[in-house]
Nanobody, 113 residues
């Protein structure tokens, strides 16, 4: 069973930075796409950033502040800068391989002074 394991997050001050990492384990194939979603309290889960092939997509709200990157076939990172209260959410790692979607368990990012 493929697992996506996230790390990073926590409490960050407004204007600060944080880094999220995610690694797929128990897989013998390369993830075709990897990225991040987030879900704030009372809101629907939304796409934050996604790497698929040579395509990179960002939510408008994070463009210029967040950067997604892949370390290797099955690891993805999210560098988050200039964080504000609206970025507070549970962040979920997403991976897709061989037509199957996988999700991490989620990691909390709270932006507060």
């Amino acid at each position: 069973q493929v697992q996506l394991v996230e790390s990073g997050g926590g409490l960050v001050q407004p204007g600060g930075s944080a880094r999220l990492s995610c690694r797929a384990s128990r897989t013998l194939f390369r993830m075709d796409a990897m990225g991040w979603y987030r879900q704030a309290p009372g809101k629907q889960r939304e796409l934050v950033a996604m790497l698929s092939g040579r395509s990179t997509n960002y939510a408008d709200s994070v463009k210029g502040r967040f950067t997604i990157s892949r370390d290797n076939d099955n690891a993805v990172n999210l560098e988050m800068n200039s964080l504000n209260a609206e970025d507070t959410a549970v962040y979920y790692c997403y991976g897709q391989g061989l037509g199957v979607a996988y999700w991490g368990q989620g990691t909390q990012v709270t932006v507060s002074s």
